[in-house]
């Protein structure tokens, strides 16, 4: 009876190819199961009709949510109110500039020379409201506003006002006193009412009245035609800018 002859011997090298391929292979097949695991789960990686699309409509940024409309908003803007509203300019302007500040914003005071602009500008044609939004941040704004109104008592808001924003970066205690001085009113008075937070619930009001009104910062500005149309400005606007929005309520 014959008998099979034996295999071959495997060389080292074949062994070491064989071995090589036999690796290879295994990885193979566990990659393959491991795939189709994750397109049985739903991966991501099928690519179906379309789905280009849909990739780049997912790489799309974020819709922005609709934004207020800052003339809607501007409807609440609070009536001028001629016995405690500060006013500079012609009782029968047709435009009236109702402007919300901040005597320790710097913003404010780049302002304050576009406003003076303004009035050289239109004369008695327009008149303006200031009103007071002291910032959290200004640690001044708030004292200033109380300030000015116990100035306004003694009939010299407008000076207070502009010789604050005329000596800005001096904004504090010393400076109130010195301008109170300067102005001509009764100094002792005048330090008892800065002193005795009789004006602080005004102050606050009329921010309330702006903030329900739009106003976010300083300055923001409404300019008011003769028919009631108001038109928001916010920002140290530039004088061409601001002569453009009144001529348009002008006109």
């Known amino acids: 009876m014959n008998q099979q002859s034996p295999l071959p011997a495997l060389s080292p090298v074949q062994m070491f ?11 193979c097949t566990i990659g393959f199961f491991i795939l189709l695991g994750i397109v049985l789960k739903g991966g ?22 609709n934004q207020p409309d800052p003339s809607a908003a501007a409807a609440n803007l609070p009536p001028v109110d001629e016995k405690q509203d500060h006013i500079r300019g012609g009782k029968r302007a047709k435009v009236t500039l109702v402007e919300y500040s901040d005597f320790e914003c710097p913003f404010c005071s780049r302002f304050y020379p576009t406003v003076k602009q303004v009035e050289q500008e239109y004369g008695d044609e327009v008149r303006l409201v200031y009103r007071h939004f002291p910032l959290s941040f200004h640690p001044q704004a708030q004292p200033a506003a109380e300030a000015s109104e116990c100035a306004s008592e003694q009939g010299k808001f407008w000076e207070f ?33 800065a002193s005795s937070g009789k004006f602080k619930q005004k102050v606050i009001d009329q921010q309330n009245g702006g903030a329900a009104a739009g106003v976010g910062g300083t300055p923001h500005t409404f300019v008011v035609g003769a028919s009631g149309q108001i038109v928001p400005v916010s920002g140290a606007l530039p004088f061409e800018q601001i002569k453009a929005t009144i001529d348009s309520v002008l006109n």
């Not at 190819?17 to 990885?27: E, H, M, Q, Y």
């Not at 991501?44 to 949510?65: F, H, K, R, Y």
């Open 44 to 65: 991501g990686l099928t690519v179906a009709a379309g789905s280009g699309a849909q990739i780049a409509a997912n790489n799309q940024p974020p819709a922005v949510p």
């Open 17 to 27: 190819i064989f071995g090589i391929v036999a690796g290879v292979l295994a990885l």
């Open 161 to 193: 006002h502009d010789g604050i924003f005329e000596n800005q970066e001096r904004i504090g205690d010393a400076l109130f006193k010195e301008l109170a001085q300067k102005i001509g009113l009764n100094v002792n008075k005048f330090n008892d009412c």
